[in-house]
């Protein structure tokens, strides 16, 4: 058999390299009322702008049965699962306890990507790829966990009050962000989400993001992943400029936000994350 690698549904990978490479996907929970959506399982309409829409992570018992269950398709050679940042969602806490319930849990190894969307998604890619290659356990495992300290993560928002109510973004961060500029430019450091940079048009922001995405991809070859939410125009702009923009570029993937990130990113946000290197063939 194989490796199995799992990841939860905020890596938002598009559905063909799941199902090429036999990925599992925890669904994470958008919280629309007294209702709990499974993203990416239960259709949903969500405000986003809402004060009354949150998210919540999968529970120990939801990603425990799935991890058993790759265990067992992988015929015993292990499971490798990559899950957003620890900082930002409790997710991989509640793997962590999964684990310790199972009774092989030697061959579970969970992976914080230190990042979230395609900054969790391409490197679930980078273990899957070296999974499809027969490669062993501690292999898999190194390739995710190789993936997500080189990755660079960049996103631009039109406001981040939703980020700071829900405590992924300090009040300082906010202000700065909310009062002083109109687009603030995010970045992700050792998994925490922080202000990188102010501009006070949305042209300036979008320079500010590709020259930041540009000089994190380096010389030598990068994967490179855009992100939106109701902002596909923008994004295949971004697309466009850095494809011409990054020497040797290996890779690029266009997709959505999920609702996930979307209720704390807000509409018209668009991300950009960069794996210099790239993430495997």
């Given at each position: 058999?194989?490796?199995?690698?799992?990841?939860?549904?905020?890596?938002?990978?598009?559905?063909?390299?799941?199902?090429?490479?036999?990925?599992?996907?925890?669904?994470?929970?958008?919280?629309?009322?007294?209702?709990?959506?499974?993203?990416?399982?239960?259709?949903?309409?969500?405000?986003?702008?809402?004060?009354?829409?949150?998210?919540?992570?999968?529970?120990?018992?939801?990603?425990?049965?799935?991890?058993?269950?790759?265990?067992?398709?992988?015929?015993?050679?292990?499971?490798?699962?990559?899950?957003?940042?620890?900082?930002?969602?409790?997710?991989?806490?509640?793997?962590?306890?999964?684990?310790?319930?199972?009774?092989?849990?030697?061959?579970?190894?969970l992976v914080d990507s230190l990042g979230a969307g395609l900054a969790t998604g391409l490197p679930t890619l980078a273990a899957a790829r070296r999974a499809r290659t027969g490669a062993a356990l501690?292999?898999?495992?190194?390739?995710?966990?190789?993936?997500?300290?080189?990755?660079?993560?960049?996103?631009?928002?039109?406001?981040?009050?939703?980020?700071?109510?829900?405590?992924?973004?300090?009040?300082?961060?906010?202000?700065?962000?909310?009062?002083?500029?109109?687009?603030?430019?995010?970045?992700?450091?050792?998994?925490?989400?922080?202000?990188?940079?102010?501009?006070?048009?949305?042209?300036?922001?979008?320079?500010?993001?590709?020259?930041?995405?540009?000089?994190?991809?380096?010389?030598?070859?990068?994967?490179?992943?855009?992100?939106?939410?109701?902002?596909?125009?923008?994004?295949?702009?971004?697309?466009?400029?850095?494809?011409?923009?990054?020497?040797?570029?290996?890779?690029?993937?266009?997709?959505?936000?999920?609702?996930?990130?979307?209720?704390?990113?807000?509409?018209?946000?668009?991300?950009?994350?960069?794996?210099?290197?790239?993430?495997?063939?």
């Open positions: 058999m194989a490796v199995v690698v799992v990841t939860d549904s905020s890596a938002s990978l598009p559905t063909e390299y799941v199902a090429e490479l036999g990925i599992d996907v925890v669904p994470l929970h958008v919280l629309v009322g007294d209702r709990a959506v499974r993203e990416g399982v239960e259709p949903v309409e969500i405000d986003y702008a809402a004060d009354t829409v949150t998210t919540s992570a999968a529970s120990p018992g939801e990603l425990r049965e799935v991890y058993e269950a790759a265990l067992e398709r992988s015929g015993g050679d292990g499971v490798v699962a990559v899950h957003l940042s620890r900082s930002l969602s409790a997710t991989w806490e509640a793997g962590r306890q999964a684990v310790r319930d199972m009774d092989a849990a030697d061959r579970v190894r501690d292999i898999v495992y190194d390739a995710a966990v190789a993936a997500s300290s080189r990755a660079r993560t960049f996103f631009l928002v039109n406001r981040t009050e939703q980020l700071r109510r829900g405590g992924r973004l300090s009040t300082a961060a906010t202000f700065f962000g909310s009062e002083l500029v109109t687009k603030p430019l995010l970045q992700i450091v050792e998994g925490r989400l922080e202000l990188r940079e102010k501009a006070r048009t949305r042209s300036k922001a979008y320079a500010k993001l590709v020259a930041a995405a540009v000089d994190a991809a380096g010389e030598d070859g990068a994967a490179v992943a855009v992100q939106h939410l109701d902002a596909a125009e923008a994004a295949e702009t971004l697309a466009g400029q850095l494809r011409e923009l990054i020497p040797g570029i290996r890779e690029l993937v266009v997709a959505e936000f999920g609702p996930v990130l979307g209720v704390h990113l807000g509409l018209g946000a668009v991300g950009v994350l960069v794996v210099p290197g790239g993430c495997g063939e």
